[in-house]
């Protein structure tokens, strides 16, 4: 999830133009991705001795990814712009 969301960020970035927030994004995904990586890597026997520990960390650390992604993706999204006030029309009698 973490990397599909790092990826995807990072294709909008690219199509947007690379914003701070759109850089901020991808750099910390591909940080959390690669800590996934290297603790599976090396340290499985310590997060099965200690799940209640790993599994929550874990948890936080993959939705923190989530939320950055939809706090910036928001920013991305195009605004509505603002209807014009009708004015009123001539009636034909």
């Keep these: 999830m ?15 133009g690379w914003d701070r927030a759109g850089i901020q994004l991808v750099a910390y995904g591909t940080v ?21 520990l790993f ?3 874990l948890l936080v650390a993959m ?12 920013l991305w999204e195009p ?3 603002p209807a014009k006030p009708l004015e009123p029309q001539p009636e034909l009698v």
Aim: overall charge positive; hydrophobic content about 50%; aromatic content about 20%.
């Design 2 to 16: 973490v990397f599909a969301y790092t990826i995807d960020a990072a294709l909008r970035a690219y199509d947007r």
């Design 32 to 52: 959390v991705f690669t800590a996934f990586l290297l603790s599976y890597r090396f340290l499985p026997m310590e997060m099965a001795r200690y799940p209640w």
């Design 55 to 57: 599994g929550p960390l």
């Design 63 to 74: 939705s923190s990814v989530v939320y950055g992604y939809l706090r910036t993706a928001r």
């Design 79 to 81: 605004k509505a712009a």
